[in-house]
């Protein structure tokens, strides 16, 4: 017996291609519309197997089936029997079997533009997997350097869709000439695209209507029979207890260092009125509250930037006319509460349903460019209060005369607490985000990668505070001052003159507009469909547990707070299960499984009070200015992750034919897509702008901006931009 082997193995991997909307992909009707003029049909063509009639195909065509490039483009034998890829058709109903059609790819180096071209056979040949009769055969030739929104595979997809209908395919055997066969393509494409519009006018949403209590009493019923699995959910099933630490942890530190620089920030400004102990408890009792009471759970509320800014403008204000500052702050809220209560009764949260993903976008890149200025700002003081100060030139330009006056302030020129401030803050952030994707890496085994990726940010604080307070001892560094005691008074507010009232309530009309947006855009994000969330959202519901909350706090003279980003996509992120997935050269991050639940934002705010009764100011201490600067630039750069602008920024810079294949490049024209990039990044800098402008009235109109957002959107965008690629790049965020 001879041990010689024969013949070779062969392994094939199946998959399913979904059809085409040629509604949405404009490009599908414009491939068909260039068949038409320069495609190649070849009618009633008799042939006995694949060979013969490819050979005939392509000597049509102008080329040569014994072309080498093309043999092995094809096949995987030399003996042209097994094919590299080919697309067919399956039916399910009643029995699996094959449809009478086979389309074949064939990319190839040696031309410029591709060739498509179609054979209606006269007799049926046995090609297919399961040696059906194929009728019809689409021979698909493409440059090896398209595009991969024009490659073999989008191009085989788009004739697929074509042909995946059995009365059709009769109507193309019984075509008497080329352009009667032409003509039925054309129609078929146009009947496609009638059919999509057929469906989206049965899926159009109802006219908005705004209802007394209407969404506040729907929101309270949805989630009240979720209630308790709201607990349960933060324990039961696999990897659930583990996720809820580790979202603990995150919350704790994403919280309270922010919290404690706001704090900070806001005590400077009100010469003391709040401070960092104060910031801390109003967290916690606003946490908690909302953590319990709250609709949507996942949403973290905390005092932001612009909330320090109406505080200092408020403080001015009752300066100037001497007023108690703290009763007109307490009175300026309960304003501000009210109109939020009217706003959730009266469902004015279903506006937000002409919010679309573009905003949300818009929003995420502000908080970039928010958390990151703050930071960036910190580095540069400090590299002028200790690396380029007076002191410093004088050591540098050192001489006699002026040793005795150089001698008393050479101990302010500490250059190395500079260099240590921005080694600490990158070093944050470069391990943050390495052990964030240490995920995947080969690294480890599979367990420990994922716990490191979940706990990356509370091991990079904890790593570079410990460098900041341990291996750099000997070198000053920037660290939080911290109050002793904190007074706990109720504003007198029925003190306060009728001018103070009525200032007041002008000054809450503007404050409310930014809590509207905020909150509702932060839940926005969180709700967003790419979190996979079941329980429902809850916009009225939050709205009017806010007011509720700010009422009680504001009564204290505890900082006012509404949804936070990006700490609220964060956490929902934080608690899911989260893919790495690869298509067509284009890496995204998938989640493959959600939890809702109440269990870490509760749990983390019970860290924040006892932190704030036990652990100031030590060991809080030890975590160092830096380190929250490299935390603010993390969540910075977490924002940002699947953000579709970035995405979108980077085709400005990059050749066509290494476009990535996603839903935009596939239907929408690309100079659209330009367009719509180029429009988000200039209401981005509109609203940068307003929000980080030197002129502090001026940043009160912020709220304004964010507005104006909307109708930008719905009014002068589609002056410029087709509605049919408008809606394609852009959406609405989900039900209100």
Partial sequence: MSAALEGFCVTTVTKSVPFKDFLKESKCLLEILRFNERGLVILRLKCANLEQALNHMLKKSKFFFNDSEIIKSMFVDDKKILLHEMFYGLNLNPIPHDQSWLCLTCPLSTIAEREIMIACLSDPIHISPSANKIHFLILILTPTNAKL???EKEIAAIYSTLFANSSFRQSLKEAENEELFKQLLMRRAQSLIEFEESKAEKLEKPKISLKFCDGLKSDFKRRLKFYKSDFIDGFVGEKTIRKTIAATCFLYFAIILPCIAFGVRAGNETRGAFDSRKALFGQTIGGLFFGLFSGQPLVIIMTTAPLCLYTKVIF????????DF???YT?????TALLLILYSIFDFSKVMHFCTKSTEEIFAVFSFFAFAVDAIKDVVLSFKTHFNSLACKHNVDFNITSF?????????????TSLLYLLLVLGTVALAIYLYSLNQTPFFVGFIRETISDYALPISVLVFSFIASFVFREIEVDRFDFSESFELKRAKVEHLPLAAIFSAMILAFPLSLLFFMDQNISAAMVNNRA???????????DLFVIAVLNIIISMFGFPLMHGMLPHSPLH???LADIEARVENGHKYELVTKARETRVAVILAHVFIGLTACFLIPYPLSYIPVPVLDGLFIYCAVASLRGNEIIERVYLFITEQSNYPATHYIRTCKQRNVHYFTAAQLLQTALLCFSAFSPWAYFRMAYPLIIAILVPIRHYLLPLIIERKDLDNLDTTTGDY
């Fill in 149 to 151: 929104s024009k490659n």
């Fill in 316 to 323: 001015d204000i009752s300066f100037e006319n001497d007023w």
């Fill in 326 to 328: 703290r009763a007109t």
């Fill in 331 to 335: 009175c300026v809220a309960l304003w």
């Fill in 404 to 416: 005795n006056s150089t001698k008393e302030n050479m101990s302010h020129c500490m250059r190395e």
């Fill in 531 to 541: 979190n996979k969330l079941k329980k429902g959202p809850a916009y009225h519901l």
């Fill in 572 to 574: 929902a992120r934080c």
